[in-house]
């Protein structure tokens, strides 16, 4: 008395199946994708701020779990699977949300939980040696994360670390816009100077060729890479650069991210 439906691949059906039952709701959000080894979760938490305080009703869906304006839950993935993914961005539509930031894994792109999630910027943090045990090879684990940015349409963005070895062969083959970022003064945000200390960064940031100032509590090379990288998601969404520098200066730090947590004294992190 079951209906049943044999398909060749039931991820690549439950994805689609999840995306019909809540009327594709990716469709009806500003979605942003954020993929790469390392960055994925600070830059996530930091896009998210930035978005919110500037009247952008946002939530995210990551590392650090499913993060809606009224709500905070622990989903146990990166990426959910497609059924909790679509009911989480349909929640967040029910819940008057506009925009969404995620962080994309490798494991939810080869596993086709990300199949039927419409993404309108997609960001690249960087790619080096992780999850071979699952992908088998370098190159199979960039195809899984190359994914993100050939589905993407002309009209989209992808924002890309250029300093990346693997950056060349993601902007030969998206069809949409680019926005590149890195330390390399060819990408169209870059540092022109910067310091840093036990307990805060400065830094100059030249974006499309405009000079501005940055301070934040969030230390390390690796954190600057993350802020140009939200920076640029930012500037896509036409936020001023004076807001988006305001909003950076008010993270005090990022949960469980090189938190601070010593005396001047005694520097310790977690």
Known sequence: TIPLIKVENTRKAMSKIANN?????????????ITGTNGKTTTTFILNKILNDNGFSTGSIGTLGFIS???I???GFTTPESIELHNLLDKLIGGGIKNV???VSSHALALHRMDDVNINTAIFTNLSEEH??????MDKYFQEKLKLFTK???????????DNDYSRKIIEHTKSKIITYGFS?????YPTSHRITATEMFFELSIFDS???????LIGKHNIYNIMAAVSAASVNNIPITDIINSIKSISAVPGRLEFIGTKNKKIFI
Request: avoid cysteine.
């Open 21 to 33: 039952f809540y009327g594709s709701p990716s469709s009806k959000l500003n979605t942003i994708g």
């Open 69 to 71: 304006a009224s709500e």
């Open 73 to 75: 839950l622990n989903t």
């Open 101 to 103: 930031v995620m962080e």
């Open 132 to 137: 071979l045990d699952f992908h088998g090879s």
């Open 152 to 162: 993407l349409k002309s009209n989209d963005y992808s924002i890309i670390n250029i």
């Open 185 to 189: 003064s060819k990408a169209d945000i």
């Open 211 to 217: 000079n501005h100032r940055f301070k934040t509590n």
